[in-house]
């Protein structure tokens, strides 16, 4: 074993920037006033905030009252899905089949409540046809929640369709809210929700180079919202609880790389994931791609994410042989167990079987290296044949 | 201020001559046990251990109700040998133990006192005491009524050289034998339910017990591992801390997965695992092994397959839970504090080579000659070799 490190598990966290980790340490050790207090030290620690959310508006293209911090992307996406109000009239939500569990049980929560939820289907590379959300829209329809990018397999939804769909709907005057869920898209694909006609959008910030514990809520102007937690009255009432000024210090930090490199992220690291992706399946006969073609011109491919599976191998195996090479990976689903159901995602895509227990995830970000991908593909094309061996 | 803890411990005041090393053991084991907690003072009185202790009294509690040889534990009051005091004490004992009795209203509680005299100098006997005493509290407690046979409380009264003890509440304690009077053996424990049960049941006849936990990465992940660390910290709950010795397993499984006939896979391996664990009781001077197996649970525990499998070594082998069902050991898993722990999904390796047909009757030739194709002392060294000890202390 040799002592390269190489982490391909992006898409469950990244490893902060350095600016961010001095941005927090910073705001604990200077700025470690209560934003709401009266005197300088409160007035500091919410300038520090104040420039965070900047930050994150500039790198959503939004302004700073649009903006709602939150305690990460599942309670981003929980404010959004639990908050936003169905009106007289509303009684029916419209999700996908691929959606992070966030959205999924949030759904299910409105529908212990009595909302009715139309789960839509996606098609075998994870994407949503807008036809059947035009199908699928209704009188009572007051929220639609679509993702952005598929976190296990990295289809890219079309929002711009979905858009077009939606603005058909609302043409008739009826008022229907759209919430997407950018966490796996923020940082990596260029996101202006004011321009697509998003009214609610999530985004994490340690899923993009920032600290863990602290997210952000998208709100259109005029958007109304019933806050989760009530409290003090921060965040303009939607978000009570004194501010985590130094998480949010470190997400204003990882907000300035994305707006400055948002779309040249995606240049960087797609060639990297096509490199993965083919070397892979060039060197390990049976592999399967699950998701979208890995093509530069294919819409539907995120830069960041490959997931592929290994017939006849177990994607927990795997993970745990690449570990021992110094390369972390991610099963499909987080469950071990061999009686564990397997993704939801995969099963919606109607993957199945010895591909969908063999299921493992790669993936990327601006961090890695050329030099990572091959030792990557070199490691895994090796232990796959060991296994293979082994186990036939 | 000190609170003072009365100890009856059943089983080992009958051992006859060896009698004072299993009270100094248990003494230890309290002293041991406790020391998390600050200073705390551990004595013997005639047939009791008196315990002083400044924590606060339900976390001693707690942990003494762990200790294996305690029979029960009571909060006690210690007090000066005069009539009049004793009274009064026993009338605030039977006022705090009131308040725990759930009684519906205008019922009668009921009550007896249990005097014992072990200081004859004592100007009254016990009988004397009894009355003197039940009648103090028929007359200051409203409400009480005597009843020798099955009363809801009983108040204890002990006159002692010194002092005099008066106690009420009576805590179960777990019962058995110290650990540490029976010697040491080694618990084969995987991530699942039954042999952190088996372990409990060693320790509670006194034996001392180290772990062995067969490790197959990356056929298995730290997370397994990791839940074999928190078994043997709830275990430490008994026993205050247990070596854990994490055997390379990963080679020998390769080599039984490569050569040997998928049937018998699992019959070779706990020859495998047996042949290291008796090895690993040599080395560290244990003289069991203790396993979770219960017979007819799995394949691999048939009355032939253990014959096959205890064939490879000359060591006894405990199989405490061979007397329970499934049922019995996952209730006792949840009392002892295992089983939440030990269903968390992660595997260990015995789940993850399993062939579809193992062989519930393996015949020994069968076994021995699937063994050919074995490298066996270079398995077993290089094992041993790479195997790492951890010592899981209780927290």
């Known amino acids: 074993m040799t002592g390269l490190q190489v982490y391909l598990d992006n898409s469950a966290t990244t490893r902060p920037y350095s600016a961010v980790v001095r941005a927090v340490a910073e705001a604990m050790e200077e700025h ?64 996908t089949a691929v959606e992070h569990p966030a959205v999924l049980n949030a759904c299910g929560q409105l529908k212990e409540q009595g909302i009715q939820v139309t789960v839509l289907p996606v098609d075998e590379q994870g994407a949503v046809q807008p036809g059947q959300l035009r199908e699928a829209l209704r009188e009572d329809t007051y929220l639609v929640s679509v993702m952005y990018v598929n976190n296990e397999v990295g289809t890219v939804q079309p929002l711009d369709e979905i858009a077009e769909v939606l603005a058909d709907f609302r043409r008739g005057g009826r008022k229907l809210l759209w919430h997407v869920d950018a966490v796996q898209a923020y940082g990596k694909l260029p996101l202006r929700p004011g321009e697509l006609g998003v009214d609610l959008l999530s985004v994490s910030a340690h899923k993009a180079h920032g600290p863990k514990g602290v997210g952000a809520l998208y709100v259109a102007p005029h958007t109304q919202l019933l806050p989760l937690v009530a409290g003090g009255g921060q965040e303009h009432g939607r978000r ?62 995120a830069p960041h994410i490959v997931n592929l599976s290994f017939p006849g191998l177990r994607g927990e195996i795997l993970l745990h042989s690449l570990e021992e090479r110094g390369i972390y990976v991610s099963t499909g689903s987080a469950c071990a167990s061999r009686k564990s159901p397997g993704s939801h995602v995969l099963k919606a895509m109607g993957v199945k079987g010895e591909l969908l227990e063999g299921a493992v995830r790669f993936s990327l970000s601006s961090l890695n290296t050329e030099g990572d991908i091959d030792y990557a593909v070199e490691q895994t094309a090796a232990v796959v044949q060991e296994l293979y061996a082994l186990y036939n | 201020m000190n609170n003072t803890y009365m100890i009856r411990y059943g089983e080992i005041g009958l051992k006859g001559k060896n009698r004072p090393a299993f009270e100094r053991r248990l003494m230890d084991n309290i002293s041991r046990a406790l020391r998390k907690l600050g200073s705390s003072r551990v004595r013997r009185v005639y047939g009791r251990i008196i315990v002083e202790s400044e924590a606060e009294p339900a976390r001693v509690l707690d942990i003494l ?45 009921t009550f007896k006192v249990e005097a014992r005299r072990s200081n004859k100098q004592f100007p009254r006997t016990s009988p004397e005491l009894n009355g003197l005493i039940g009648g103090y509290l028929l007359d200051n407690f409203p409400g009480l009524k005597v009843d020798v046979h099955t009363p809801q409380i009983r108040v204890r009264v002990e006159i002692r050289e010194k002092n005099a003890f008066v106690y009420a509440n009576d805590m179960p304690g777990v019962g058995g034998l110290p650990v540490g009077v029976s010697g040491k053996a080694l618990l084969l424990l995987s991530g699942g339910i039954d042999s952190p049960v088996a372990g409990y049941m060693a320790m509670k006849r006194g034996i001392e017990i180290e772990a062995v936990h067969f490790y197959s990465f990356p056929f298995t992940g730290e997370k397994s591992l990791e839940k074999v660390r928190n078994l043997c910290r709830v275990l430490t709950d008994y026993t205050t801390r247990v070596k854990m010795h994490i055997v390379h397993f990963t080679d020998i499984q390769k080599e039984i997965q490569k050569s040997c006939p998928e049937e018998l896979r699992v019959t070779i391996m706990r020859r495998m695992m047996f042949r290291l664990a008796a090895r690993i009781a040599d080395n560290q001077g244990a003289l069991a092994l203790i396993t979770g197996e219960s017979v007819g ?48 999904p992660y595997e260990d390796c015995c789940t993850l080579f399993l062939p579809k047909h193992p062989a519930t009757r393996p015949r020994l030739e069968q076994a021995l000659d699937a063994e050919q194709a074995l490298d066996l002392e270079g398995l077993l060294t290089g094992s041993l070799e790479r195997t790492i000890v951890e010592d899981i202390i209780r927290s």
Request: charged share 20%; glycine share 12%.
């Open chain 1, 240 to 301: 009570s609880g004194t501010e985590n000024v130094p998480g949010l210090a470190g997400f204003g930090a990882a907000a300035a790389v994305i707006a400055r490199e948002a779309r040249g992220a995606a240049e960087r690291i797609f060639p990297l994931k096509k490199k993965l992706a083919e070397g892979i399946l060039a060197a390990v006969p049976g592999a399967v791609l699950n998701g979208p073609p890995c093509r530069r011109e294919n819409l539907r491919c």
């Open chain 1, 32 to 95: 470690y006033g209560n934003p709401s207090s009266l005197h300088k030290m409160g007035v500091e620690a919410d300038r520090v905030m104040s420039r965070a959310r900047q930050a994150v508006a500039a790198s959503l293209g939004a302004g700073p009252g649009e903006i709602v911090f939150t305690g990460g992307g599942s309670e981003a996406i929980n404010l959004a899905i639990k908050g936003a109000l169905p009106g007289r009239w509303g009684k029916h939500v419209v999700t």
């Open chain 2, 65 to 109: 109700s762990k200790v294996f040889g305690i029979v029960g534990v009571s909060l006690a009051l210690r007090l000066p040998l005069d009539e009049r005091v004793i009274c009064e004490g026993a009338l605030a004992t039977v006022r705090d133990a009131a308040a725990r009795v759930l009684m519906p209203a205008g019922e009668p509680l």
């Open chain 2, 297 to 344: 649970q799995v394949a691999s525990q048939t009355l032939e397959s253990m014959r096959v499998i205890n064939q490879v070594i000359d060591i006894p082998v405990l199989r405490p839970l061979v007397g329970m069902d499934k049922l019995e050991i996952i209730h006792r898993a949840q009392a002892i504090g295992t089983y939440e722990t030990s269903v968390l």
